[in-house]
């Protein structure tokens, strides 16, 4: 019997990495993004991986958008195993003083509202079945506010703050809740970050050697698949080369 997951943010690094670890490991998938295109060419890979696949294509911070895709899951689909609560990221790299209010609301809706909107429609079904693995995309800016990270670490940080709430509000359904941390992982995460800026974005990891989002995959799919007795809360992943989010060891 396949287990079925959510992945939010499928269309690009480490949901997608992630989507298709899961297919080709006896998952069906909830995959989610605002970029049809990229949903599309990604159900059919993970069609030809045997995966059946569910496409709803919304934007995390509209929560109306989130009830009619996720609010009235039916049948198998709504037996949810794994929710990977992924879609987020940063935008901007600048003092706080010089920092954009519209970044600023973008981060916070993103990565803050967004995880909360989705969490609150699909966890009511969670908690009836009695069943779910819930893994927030945190990162190393959740744990460790670095220069000129200030608004992105803080909604990080409230991400950490969320996965021990649910944690605790959700012990008594048997729901996991996997917090997973990130050090540098190269995807699309720095082009978004400096508005389209490749030069900017290729310069973050320059001289070492990121992680990818299939390194990212993998270590969800382990926590995802140990015995149900076991719960890894809370998962700090970086590239060998970078010791916290202020020491890197570039060539
Ligand atoms: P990418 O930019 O490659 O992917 C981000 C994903 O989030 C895309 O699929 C995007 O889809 C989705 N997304 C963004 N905004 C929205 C929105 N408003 N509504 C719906 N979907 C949205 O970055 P990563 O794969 O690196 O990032 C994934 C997660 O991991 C993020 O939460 C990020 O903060 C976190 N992380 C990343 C690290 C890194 O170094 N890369 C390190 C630590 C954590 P679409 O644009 O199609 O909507
Ligand atoms: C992404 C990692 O350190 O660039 O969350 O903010 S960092």
Redesign the pocket.
Known sequence: MRKIAVV??????????TALKLASNNYDLII?????E??IELEKELQQLGASVLRC??????FEQVKTHLGELSGRWAEIDVLV??????LGKEPIQDGDIEDWD?MI???IK??LYVTKVLLPQMCKNKKGHIVN??????KQVYAEGNV?CA??HA?DAISKGIRIDALPYGIKVTN?????????????RFHGDLDKAAA?YKGFQ??T?ED?AETIYYCVSLPAHVCINDLTIMPTAQADSGHFFKN
Do not use: M, Q, W
């Open positions: 939010t943010g499928a269309t690009s690094g480490i949901g997608r990495a989610t993004g605002r970029r049809e990229r949903l294509c919304f934007d995390v911070r509209d609560n992924n879609a987020g990221g940063a973008t809706d993103t990565n967004g995880l995309l945190c990162s190393i800016a959740g992105y909604a990080k991400v997973v941390c990130p050090g540098a992982v190269e995807t699309e995460f720095s082009i978004v973050t990121p992680l989002g990212i």
